[in-house]
């Protein structure tokens, strides 16, 4: 397994911090919300990568900074998938006929 040095691993975090903001700031506001609810599975792929961060842990320092990803990484997909799942609730239709204003009719 190849070893990323502290450099390296600084010039890929400042290329993926500064390419994530360079995407997200040109997506227009009516997408951002689906956009970012749909893309859950990324989620999913960081919480994998934390946890195979955790598995490769050898020192007690690392094993509670991978235990701290992990935690946080499935707190996100849980809140990505609770979030996607709010927003869809908004969009679906009354499949009973009973919407809005038909408990106002009198008989």
Known sequence: MTEITGFTAIYIFLLAAFTGYEV??????????????????????????AMVALGAAQTTGERII?????LLG???????YSVTDRMLEMFKSDTHGEGKGSSDRAA
């Open 66 to 70: 991978g235990f701290v990803a992990v």
């Open 24 to 49: 997200i700031s040109r997506v227009p506001v009516i997408l951002h919300t689906p956009l970012m609810s749909g893309s859950n599975f990324i989620h999913g792929i960081v919480l994998v990568g």
């Open 74 to 80: 499935a707190m996100n997909t849980a809140g990505g």
